[in-house]
Every structure is written in structure tokens, then in C-alpha cells.
């Protein structure tokens, strides 16, 4: 394996890390702007407001992405192990 190999297969590794990270990593993004924004016009400072809603919305969002999410990672755990299986 050389270094190109090494290369692509880093790049290929942050693009699949991307993938699967990004869409949680927003959605808690939107859901705690939404939430310091409603804290914000109602002026109500409370810790729990903030934690509640945000954990169950990443839940929620993780049921519904868990799927994209598996394909993502398997094709890419299938994809690595071949070449594994080509280099030898």
C-alpha cells in the first residue's frame, strides 16, 4: 500500500465520517439556536428547557437516521475490506 492508497482511503474515511455525523451534529445545531432563541424572547433561563428537548429530538432523529446511517458504514466497512482482501 502506498501512499496514495493511504491518502485516498483518509480522505474516503472523513468523507463517511461527514456523512454520518453531519446530520446529527445539525439538527442538535438547529434545536439549540431554537431553544436559546425561544429562551431568549420569553427570558426564561432554566438548564432543563435547554437539555430536554434537544435530547429527545436526537433521538427521534437518530431512529429515523439510523438506517442511512447503517448502509453508510457498511458499504463503507465492505468497500475497506476488499481492498484488504486486493492488497493481499
Known amino acids: ?3 496514495t492508497d493511504v491518502l485516498e482511503l483518509s ?10 455525523g453531519a446530520p446529527i451534529m445539525l ?3 438547529l434545536v439549540g439556536v431554537g431553544i436559546s432563541l425561544l429562551q431568549a424572547l420569553t427570558q426564561m433561563q ?11 429530538v436526537l433521538f427521534v432523529a ?3 437516521l439510523m438506517p442511512f446511517m447503517l448502509v453508510t458504514l457498511t458499504t463503507f466497512a465492505e468497500h475497506l475490506m476488499d481492498r484488504i482482501v ?3
Not at 480522505?11 to 454520518?20: D, G, M, P, T, W
Open 27 to 29: 439538527i442538535a445545531l
Open 46 to 56: 432554566e438548564a432543563t428547557i435547554s437539555f430536554v428537548p434537544k435530547i429527545i
Open 86 to 88: 486486493a492488497h493481499g
Open 62 to 64: 437518530l431512529v429515523f
Open 1 to 3: 500500500m502506498d501512499s
Open 11 to 20: 480522505r474516503e474515511s472523513i468523507v463517511v465520517l461527514l456523512k454520518v
